[in-house]
């Protein structure tokens, strides 16, 4: 019940195109998903996060998209740079108290030149 | 000013000894958290703290303990390092409190645990 399942394991991706990373839930009492950005030799840092209020949610060239009847939600990112490349972890937790984040096993990017 | 810090950043040791992981924030925070990361990547919480007291508490051996002199401090201290032990430790820390809703959680760069 509180899996969350990450989909690639590894991308890659031409400069310029589109990166799209999939997660699924199983909990319907996750109402807090954010994605964590981590670069090798360092810890994961928040990039974005949703709540279930809204189907998406854009922050410059990144986007989450929610979709609470099917219990998924995908970071899709515009333009992918070099600089993308990184390992990308989806999370989910409840939002009140102090519920644990329930991390994907990630997603190795890598942006091609 | 590093807003999450943990000492040492390697840690290279024997099988059997006894070691400590030091973290450390100044961002304010209440709530603080132990996770460790395994080489396939995967993230898994340890332990969680809120001002001073033990709130999560995931299956892991009591060969680990985390003591919290402070809101400010966490630390982890393994007895007997097995070679299952090896791994990337991250400290992180949230705002997060009690019936309030969630919060980011800050990482810090994390400890590299080599138990040979």
């Known amino acids: 019940q509180q899996q969350v399942k990450q989909s690639p394991q590894s991308l890659i991706v031409q400069k310029g195109g589109i990166s799209i990373i999939n997660c699924a839930y199983e909990n319907t009492a996750f109402d807090y998903f954010p994605w964590y950005q981590q670069f090798p030799g360092k810890g994961p840092a928040l990039l974005i996060a949703i709540r279930p209020d809204v189907s998406e949610k854009k922050e410059g060239r990144f986007t989450i998209s929610f979709n609470k009847s099917a219990k998924q939600f995908s970071l899709h990112i515009m333009d992918s740079q070099p600089g993308d490349s990184a390992t990308y972890f989806c999370?989910?937790?409840?939002?009140?108290?102090?519920?644990?984040?329930?991390f994907g096993t990630g997603t190795r990017l890598t942006i091609i030149p | 000013d590093t807003a999450v810090s943990q000492t040492p950043k390697y840690l290279v040791t024997q099988m059997g000894n006894d070691k400590s992981i030091k973290c450390e924030q100044n961002l304010g925070h209440d709530t603080m958290y132990w996770y460790k990361q395994d080489s396939k990547k995967f993230l898994k919480i340890m332990f969680s703290?809120?001002?001073?007291?033990?709130?999560i508490n995931e299956t892991v051996p009591n060969r680990f303990s985390p003591k919290s002199p402070d809101k400010a401090h966490l630390n982890l201290h393994i007895n007997s390092l097995e070679l299952g032990d090896s791994a990337v430790y991250f400290c992180?820390?949230?705002?997060?409190?009690?019936?309030?809703?969630?919060?980011?959680?800050?990482f810090g760069p994390g400890t590299r645990l080599l138990v040979l």
């Open positions: 999370a989910a937790s409840r939002t009140f108290g102090n519920e644990k984040l329930t």
């Open positions: 703290y809120n001002n001073k007291e033990l709130i």
């Open positions: 992180a820390s949230s705002r997060g409190l009690a019936g309030v809703r969630q919060e980011t959680q800050y």
